[in-house]
């Protein structure tokens, strides 16, 4: 889906050919699927990103965060999929074959609510170390 290069503290790694170096595997799919959901689909035709940013601002119950989150990101990891299997330059570790979301408010920061993605590839390989995401609303409902 995306040509990404890698980099470390804000600079590109240049390999022994003096290139930037490139994303591949699972570092890929992980960069692919990250870039997807930061991403305001804004009712865009590609069905590329999320709705999610629109709720920030919103003044909502937890209970319904929570469950928009979950419809936002389950039709996103969805999308993700069907634009994955639409690409045939696509190798097995870089698709997803089935992915779990976990989506919970903040203790501390009632107003942030984290979310964190478990893939799985086709090879039946897990990938459970996709760093936290937190969406900050500002304000809620009581």
Excluded: C
């Excluded at 930037?20 to 865009?44: A, C, G, H, M, W």
């Excluded at 990103?49 to 989150?69: C, E, F, H, R, Y």
């Excluded at 996103?76 to 634009?83: E, H, K, M, P, T």
């Amino acid at each position: 889906m995306s040509y990404g290069f890698k980099y470390t503290n804000g600079s590109f790694i240049i390999n022994n050919n003096g290139r930037v170096d490139t994303v591949t595997s699972s570092n890929k799919l992980q960069k692919d699927l990250y870039k997807f959901l930061i991403t305001d689909n804004n009712n865009n035709q590609y069905r590329y990103g999320t709705a999610i940013n629109t709720l920030i601002g919103q003044k909502l119950k937890p209970n319904s965060v929570i469950a928009t989150m979950t419809q936002y990101l389950k039709n996103a990891l969805i999308n993700f999929q069907q634009i994955q299997h639409e690409n045939p330059f696509l190798t097995s570790d870089e698709t997803m074959d089935n992915a779990s979301l976990s989506i919970w408010q903040d203790e501390t920061t009632k107003t942030d609510f984290n979310f964190q993605i478990i893939i799985t590839l086709p090879n039946g390989t897990v990938i459970d170390d996709m760093p936290v995401q937190t969406l900050s609303l500002g304000k809620l409902s009581s």
